[in-house]
């Protein structure tokens, strides 16, 4: 099935784009630093497709355009060198570089290329070392109007709209200022796939939100990205790579009531004592619901947990956490 569709894929990347490319093409994703390491990822591509949407355009056009980001040929098995390191993409053009961390703190640029390809800089967050505590959020109504809850919402909204009508939460952009208070590490963790990496930086770069770290998810028909607890496990396992690169750091975890965010993250908590300072969750979908008993669980071992139908009655805590 995954020949199959790869091959319509490409079929249709030809009559899109006019063919592939005879050199390859990086995709950069934001990357991040562990104690002694940078950790620069992205994906090798036969093409990028970006088109900048325009004021009024229709929804059709919209749907052109997020469609095409889908429609990607991956190329697997190609080199990819930065600074004296190489890693050789997978099978789904994936890749990750492990440098050497130098000192210092803030944004870097590693540049990396492909062989015959132009250098790309790829960029990497360290963070700042006197950093109080450090900020997970979850994308999808979090702090992006969605309606993940439920999937045909999800994808209309998805593939209907553009940077110019996606709409982010103010509230959200304030809540995560004022977290970040200029030295807090900010990382977002979402199901959604690497596909709208790109398309979600844009799209925070236009709503000023906290610039950091995406870890999205691979849609590769593999057992680990498919079936009911496919979410569950990508958020676990990436918070777990998270709280591993910043042993000294403790987190505030922010999510929404409309899918397992709290139960993932309750069984972060108990899974790494002390490493959650707080939990925070937008009440998405149709009307407040009951509090998640995951998220109770968690009041009761001594995590605050704060529930409600936006942030700013939240922004007081801000400066601690």
Avoid: C
């Amino acid at each position: 099935m995954r020949r199959l569709l790869t091959r319509f894929a490409r079929a249709l990347l030809r009559l899109w784009g006019g063919g592939l490319r005879a050199i390859p093409l990086i995709e950069a994703y934001i990357g991040y630093a562990t104690p002694e390491a940078l950790i620069a990822r992205g994906r090798v591509l036969s093409a990028i497709r970006q088109a900048e949407p325009r004021a009024g355009q229709s929804r059709w056009r919209n749907l052109r355009q997020m469609a095409a980001l889908f429609l990607t040929d991956e190329v697997a098995d190609v080199p990819v060198s930065a600074d004296g390191s190489t890693s050789v993409t997978d099978a789904e053009g994936y890749f990750t570089l492990t440098l050497p961390r130098a000192p210092g703190h803030g944004w870097r640029e590693v540049p990396a290329h492909v062989p015959g390809g132009a250098e790309v800089m790829l960029p990497v967050l360290l963070p700042d070392p006197d950093a109080a505590f450090g900020i997970i959020s979850d994308i999808d109504d979090t702090i992006l109007e969605t309606g993940a809850y439920s999937l045909a919402r999800n994808l209309w909204t998805t593939f209907t709209g553009s940077t110019l009508t996606r709409h982010i939460y103010p509230d959200a952009v304030q809540f995560l200022t004022a977290l970040h208070a200029g030295r807090n590490p900010v990382f977002y963790v979402s199901s959604s796939p690497w596909n709208l990496h790109g398309f979600l930086e844009r799209l925070f770069q236009r709503a000023g939100l906290v610039p950091g770290p995406m870890f999205l998810r691979d849609l590769g028909l593999r057992r680990e990205t498919l079936g009911k607890g496919a979410h569950g496990r990508h958020k676990s396992a990436a918070i777990d790579d998270i709280l591993a690169a910043n042993p000294r750091l403790s987190f505030v975890l922010i999510g929404d009531t409309g899918q397992r965010d709290a139960e993932v993250y309750a069984d972060i908590a108990a899974r790494h004592p002390g490493r959650v300072r707080r939990i925070v969750l937008r009440q998405s979908g149709r009307g407040p619901r009951p509090d998640p008993p995951a998220a109770v669980a968690a009041a009761r071992a001594g995590i605050p947990v704060e529930i409600g139908p936006d942030y700013a009655h939240l922004l007081p805590i801000a400066p601690d956490g």
